[in-house]
């Protein structure tokens, strides 16, 4: 999870049937996709990628040319159109586009995923620091624009960090960095052209500089907060971040990336995820508190167990962790975010189904299908969670069209691992 809150390892019912939704969303809303998507059955794989493929695609070509975009990343909660809460009405998380691009490529939708990629390259080349969130929509100039709205009454523009308590949309952690770096990784392993790849390069060289810790097992913290625009370092550190950090240097150092020793800031964010492992209980520790030492053993944080699973050379021992989340995060059909198993997160439970695919466990991830196919909005997006409200961790994910979602059930569907690319 990223679009949301910031975290150590840190996002309405519906009136109408999973299968209405799907009909008019293949006829009004996505009739490129339409032909495709209605040969496949309706709780497939190739289903869940046609439609969501098909979603991604039209929003980016909703913005007229060819120039860099990026994506809102929530509908309103009734199911299509912005959000009236003003921090999320044009929001543009980070982590939500460079999910969208890789997803996009596995769509083969080179064209829509290099417009949200040269946005990405962008803000990671001429913005001081890469935030985790944008202005939604066509970037003019020289990078995105912070997030915020024109006030009428004042007579000014607000910057949403000034208003909006969390630290998230100001803030540059280190997984969304890392996320970002993968998505232009990707787009270079696409293209071959070498701007994706430098610029990559550049937020890795961010990280090193900015985030690497000494303390405990080492590793690197959490990046930057910025609460109402004050920034300050992220002094906790976070196993998902270091998981993502690993797998973009084990990939910067897969290709002789210029810039850095790959292989060794590959091996201090290994390191740091190895003693987050406690092989009593077969699952991984949250993160560490503030000392960059205590662990946080609570709550059990999904995407932390599966996204360790797609760690290149992942150990053995590690897949423990599937097990342990079937019985600690399981809900009827699929997962939550936390233990505390109040609703499905629909993001997760499509991490679970590529963890599957990925293990050659097909058997247990198409029953997941079936759950991922019925959470499809009116708008395209599916939606975050299939409850009001669940649990995350310090947030909430609710029932609203998110990009994620749909980028991580894309992914999903065609068994495409992002921390490793296409091949």
């Known amino acids: 999870m990223k679009s949301g809150a910031a975290r150590p390892g840190g996002r309405t019912r519906r009136s109408l049937t999973a299968a209405a939704l799907c009909t008019m969303l293949a006829s009004m809303v996505l009739p490129a996709g339409r032909a495709h998507a209605e040969t496949q059955p309706p709780t497939s794989a190739g289903h869940v990628a ?55 490529l596995s769509c083969d939708k080179p064209r829509q995923a290099m417009r949200i990629g040269e946005a990405l390259r962008m803000a990671a080349t001429h913005d001081t620091r890469l935030r985790d969130a944008y202005l939604a929509g ?67 060289q961010w990280v090193v500089a900015h985030a690497s810790d000494q303390r405990g097992a080492g590793g690197f913290n959490g990046g930057i907060e910025s609460y109402l625009l004050h920034p300050r370092p992220a002094l906790w550190k976070s196993t998902e971040h270091n998981i ?37 209980s077969g699952h991984f520790w949250m993160g560490t508190t503030a000392d960059g030492v205590t662990p946080l053993h609570t709550p059990s944080a999904l995407d932390v167990q599966l996204w360790a699973q797609l760690l290149p050379q992942a150990p053995k021992p590690w897949r423990r962790a599937i097990h342990w989340v079937e019985q600690a995060n399981a809900v009827r059909g699929g997962f939550a975010f936390t233990d505390a198993r109040d609703g499905m997160w629909t993001e997760g439970t499509a991490q679970a189904a590529l963890v599957y695919r990925q293990a050659g466990a097909a058997t247990r ?28 961790v310090y947030s909430w994910y609710r029932h609203q069209p998110c990009l994620a979602a749909t980028a991580w059930a894309v992914l999903a569907a065609f068994n495409r691992n992002p921390y490793t690319g296409a091949s």
């Open 50 to 104: 046609s439609l969501g493929c098909a979603a991604m695609a039209a929003r980016v070509d909703a913005t007229a040319g060819s120039g860099p975009l990026l994506l809102r990343s929530y509908d309103a909660p009734a199911g299509r159109g912005a959000p009236v809460i003003q921090p999320l009405h044009a929001a543009a998380f980070t982590y939500d586009n460079a999910l969208a691009v890789i997803a996009l």
């Open 138 to 204: 066509a970037v003019r100039g020289g990078q995105p624009l912070p997030n915020g709205w024109w006030d009428a009454r004042r007579g000014r523009w607000v910057q949403a960090a000034e208003q909006y308590s969390g630290a998230y949309q100001d803030g540059s952690s280190c997984g969304n960095v890392a996320w970002t770096a993968l998505a232009l990784l990707a787009l270079y392993d696409a293209s071959g052209e070498v701007r994706w790849r430098d610029a990559a390069v550049r937020l890795a």
């Open 244 to 280: 993502d950090l690993a797998a973009l240097f084990d990939w910067l150092a897969r290709i002789d990336a210029p810039g850095g020793d790959w292989h060794a800031q590959a091996a201090r964010a290994r390191h740091f995820v190895e003693a987050q492992w406690d092989a009593a």
């Open 365 to 392: 991830a198409d029953p997941l299908f079936g759950s991922i196919a019925r959470q499809v909005s009116p708008g395209g997006f599916l939606y975050a969670s299939r409850e009001p409200r669940i649990r995350a």
